[in-house]
C-alpha cells in the first residue's frame, strides 16, 4: 500500500473528511486530495504531524511496516524501572534460548489468567 492509500484508509477509520486534516495540518483540501492520490508527498515535519495525528509511525505512514501502534506505547512505564522499550531491548539483548525462555513464561501466564 502507498502513502495516498494509508493516508486515506486512517483519515476515513478516524471518521474525518479531508477538510478536518487540512485544517489540522494548516494546508488546503486539495493539498490532502493531492496526497491521497499520490500527487506528492508530504515534507518531513508535515509527515511527523500527520504520524502524531493518527498515532502511528512514519514508517506505517510510508509503508515500510505493517505495525499500526502508537510510539508513545514504547515510554509507557511497566514498572518503576522499565519502560516498554526498555523491556524490549532487554529482551532482544538476549541470547535466542533465553529469548525463548520468557515467551515461554508469558505463555505460562497467560494459561493461568485462564
Known sequence: MDFGQILTNLREEKGIYQKELAIYLNVTISTISNYENGVHLPDLNTLC????????????????????????????????????????NTTLSLPQREVHSVLDYVEYLKSRKK
Open 49 to 88: 504531524l500527520i504520524a502524531d495525528y493518527f498515532g502511528v509511525t512514519t514508517d506505517y505512514l510510508l509503508g515500510r511496516s505493517s505495525y499500526v501502534f502508537n510510539p508513545d506505547t514504547l515510554a509507557r512505564p511497566l514498572s518503576k524501572d522499565y519502560t516498554v522499550a526498555d523491556f524490549l
